[in-house]
């Protein structure tokens, strides 16, 4: 286990009352575009060590859902890496976002690592970003140091990662945003701002968001809601700014319409050392299942070295939540 493994690295923010990242330090972070796949890939960097750490953000997030992490990795002398997935953010729309799935994602962390000229990584992915990240370290072991992921554990695409969906009312979120034009409809009576205000609201309860039949998910959203506290203004204008740029269309495609298409693979484990960082307010630990899937073990069947942290006030932001409290494990 990791106790024996490897060392722990505790990455602490360390700045007083509720100041986080100095804008003096965001300004270090340097954009490129990576060609990747045929296709342009924003990419955020900053720290120059010899061991790479690659940030896979889930959704409604993009690279900068990661920029306390990316600045405390490199401050202890790694080279941090965030990216905007294909079709999100500044990154470019694949021709055909209707024919995508996790798998293109799994070719483009490789690919990506192949362009940066890294030859091995520590992978952290966050909400969906987990899937490719699994994904990634299962079929390409030689490539992945280790792997942490937060909120999701250990999941293979396919009909079996919908079951729990089957048990949960038909106005489920997933459920709403798989069936094609709903969303678009949805999202459509808003702002892109407003849509990722209400999205960030919703989903940092510890309530999973379903919708009454005459609902929708957006109007689960209650205007005179404030933003969470460690959630400014600016960074919601950040957010919206990206997503104003690519849409969601995307998005919706991956992960939401393609989580059913089977993985084509059999007996899949992570054998390499991983860490899942659970917030046991996340609203995702209340779907049908979940809790005791990784309470009780059962995901070692499929990462046997895996060490599992909860943070009891954590939510599905916990890293943007409480990012002085994640403790990150590597190799030596």
Not at 113 to 124: E, P, Q, R
Not at 260 to 286: C, H, Q, R, W
């Amino acid at each position: 286990m990791f106790s024996v493994l490897t060392h722990f690295l505790t990455l602490s923010l360390y700045f007083s009352d509720n100041t986080l990242t100095p804008p003096c330090m965001m300004e270090k972070i340097q954009h490129s575009e990576v060609e990747v796949k045929g296709l342009k890939l924003h990419v955020a960097e900053i720290g120059s060590g010899s061991k790479a750490v690659v940030f896979l953000h889930g959704f409604p997030e993009i690279w900068y859902t990661w920029r306390h992490q990316m600045i405390a990795v490199a401050n202890a002398g790694y080279r941090a890496i965030a990216f905007d997935f294909r079709g999100y953010g500044l990154s470019e729309q694949p021709a055909e976002p209707e024919k995508e799935t996790m798998f293109d994602l799994v070719h483009e962390i490789v690919g990506l690592l192949d362009a940066l000229s890294i030859s091995k990584a520590f992978l952290v992915g966050k909400d969906f970003g987990a899937i490719p990240g699994h994904l990634t370290t299962a079929v390409h072991p030689e490539r992945v140091a280790g792997i942490i992921t937060l909120g999701i554990p250990f999941m293979l695409p396919g009909p079996s990662a919908v079951e729990s969906h089957l048990l949960l009312p038909k106005g489920f979120y997933i459920t709403r945003w798989r069936e094609p034009g709903r969303a678009e409809a949805d999202f459509g009576r808003f702002p892109v701002k407003s849509v990722i205000r209400n999205i960030y609201i919703l989903f940092s309860r510890s309530e999973v968001p379903i919708a009454a039949d005459d609902q929708e998910i957006m109007d689960l959203f209650d205007p005179s809601t404030a933003l969470p506290p460690w959630f400014s203004e600016e960074d919601l204008a950040t957010y919206a700014s990206l997503y104003e740029k690519s849409g969601f269309k995307y998005a919706l495609q991956v992960p939401y319409r393609s989580i059913n298409v089977d993985a084509g693979l059999s007996d899949v484990k992570v054998t390499i050392p991983s860490l899942l960082i659970m917030g046991e307010k996340d609203y995702v630990f209340k779907f049908p299942g979940m809790e005791d899937y990784i309470r009780s073990g059962a995901v070692k069947n499929f990462v046997p070295d895996l060490e599992i942290v909860y943070i009891p006030e954590g939510s599905h932001f916990v890293h943007e939540q409480m990012p002085e409290k994640e403790r990150y494990v590597y190799i030596n």
